[in-house]
C-alpha cells in the first residue's frame, strides 16, 4: 500500500530532524548576525595590532641594546690596548687619536684624548707621584637611526720606581 507522504515526512513516515519548530527556534537563537561578526573582527585587529606595535618596539629595544652593548665592548677594547701599552712603555705619551671599528651592526668612531694633568706640586705628598695622565675614550656609532656616544675617562700615573 503506497501511503501519502506528508509535508514533513520522507518515503519512510520519519519526521526529519531539520523541520522540527524547536531546531528552528534553536538556529535562530545561536546564529551571528554581521554586526556581530563585524565587532568581533574590529576587536580582533585591534589585538593583532597592539600585539604587532609592541613586537616593533621590542626590536627597536634590541637593537639599541645590541648598539650599546657593542660600544661598551669596544670602549673596553680600546683601554685595554692602552693600558698594555703604559705597561710595555712605562709612559703615556701625549696625544689624540682617531679610527673606526667596523662591526657586523655597523661603523664605530673612536677617539682617544691623553693629556698631561696639572699637579699642583706644593701640596704633594712624599710618595705621591709626579706625573699623570688623563685619558679619555670616546666611542660613537655612526649608524643614524643610533647616533649614541659612550665614553670612559681614567687615570694613569707613572709607575713608582721600586726601592732596593
Not at 138 to 158: L, T
Amino acid at each position: 500500500m503506497i501511503s501519502k507522504i506528508g509535508k514533513n515526512r520522507n518515503l519512510h513516515g520519519i519526521k526529519p530532524a531539520g523541520c522540527s519548530r524547536s531546531f528552528k527556534k534553536f538556529r535562530k537563537k545561536f546564529g551571528f548576525t554581521l554586526v556581530e561578526v563585524m565587532l568581533a573582527v574590529v576587536i580582533l585587529g585591534i589585538g593583532v595590532v597592539s600585539v604587532l606595535k609592541s613586537y616593533t618596539m621590542t626590536v627597536t629595544v634590541l637593537g639599541l641594546v645590541d648598539s650599546t652593548m657593542t660600544s661598551v665592548c669596544w670602549l673596553k677594547d680600546k683601554m685595554t690596548e692602552i693600558e698594555n701599552e703604559l705597561v710595555m712603555n712605562g709612559v703615556l705619551e701625549e696625544r689624540t687619536e682617531k679610527g673606526y671599528f667596523e662591526e657586523n651592526n655597523g661603523t664605530f668612531e673612536w677617539k682617544v684624548e691623553i693629556r698631561d694633568v696639572d699637579i699642583d706640586e706644593e701640596n704633594l705628598a712624599e710618595n705621591v707621584v709626579e706625573r699623570l695622565e688623563e685619558i679619555r675614550l670616546f666611542i660613537q656609532n655612526q649608524n643614524p637611526r643610533v647616533n649614541k656616544e659612550y665614553a670612559a675617562a681614567g687615570y694613569a700615573r707613572e709607575p713608582v720606581p721600586e726601592e732596593e
